[in-house]
């Protein structure tokens, strides 16, 4: 038996529920650790645009679009190239109808009648010359005066040929003057054509 004066002492915990702040301390330290990974984060670039929804990033250079305008051509020139052009259509029309007039009229049998034949070589020689009428008003931009020489010399190619073509129609030949002249018109006329061509090209058209 213990002495009565004896007084049992008993350890008391100031804190009866210990855990209570691991808690706490977690969340703490997982808003802190947010906050720091957070910071850390590259920030976004000024030109990344975000696409909601799909969640792909496209980056925008400030370069990535590039505006190339077209050459644009001198209003001036563009009236000469057009000028040119028709002469050159109408130039090609009578070549057509010079040749057929011609084959029709070597044909045997024949499908193009002397007479015929001599109005339709004049219309090409009268339509010829109105071509150079018109040619010789033309005033070509300084960048392109040497194919404006050479398509004035083969256009005159062509007139001098239709007159001679039409020469030989009438003169007592037997066909050689004039078959010959109707190629020389032919060629001129090719050549007329291909220089156009070289002129768009000077041209940047």
């Known amino acids: 038996m213990l002495p009565a004066n004896v007084t049992w002492v008993m350890s008391v915990n100031a804190d009866p529920k210990p855990g209570r702040w691991i808690l706490p301390l977690v969340i703490v330290g997982m808003i802190a650790f947010t906050y720091y990974f957070v910071r850390e984060l590259p920030e976004a670039s000024p030109d990344t645009t ?17 505006t190339t305008e077209a050459n644009q051509i001198d209003a001036e020139v563009q009236a000469y190239l057009d000028a040119i052009d028709e002469i050159n259509a109408e130039l090609r ?20 009648e002397y007479p015929e034949a001599v109005t339709r070589f004049t219309a090409v020689v009268d339509a010829t010359n109105a071509l ?40 007592s030949d037997p066909g050689g003057i004039r078959r010959n002249n109707v190629t ?7 050549a007329f054509d291909a220089e156009v061509t070289n002129l768009h090209t000077a041209a940047g058209g």
């Open 132 to 171: 150079v009428t018109e040619f010789d008003a033309l005033t070509a931009p300084v960048a392109l005066e040497s194919h404006h020489t050479i398509l004035g010399a083969e256009l005159t190619k062509a007139a001098n040929a239709a007159q001679d073509a039409l020469d030989g129609l009438r003169s």
């Open 93 to 112: 029309l009578a070549q057509i109808e010079l040749t057929d007039a011609n084959n029709g009229f070597d044909a045997d049998p024949r499908t193009v």
């Open 184 to 190: 020389a018109y032919v060629d001129a006329a090719t």
């Open 50 to 66: 975000t696409q909601a929804g799909n969640g792909t990033t496209t980056t925008l250079a400030d370069d990535a679009t590039t």
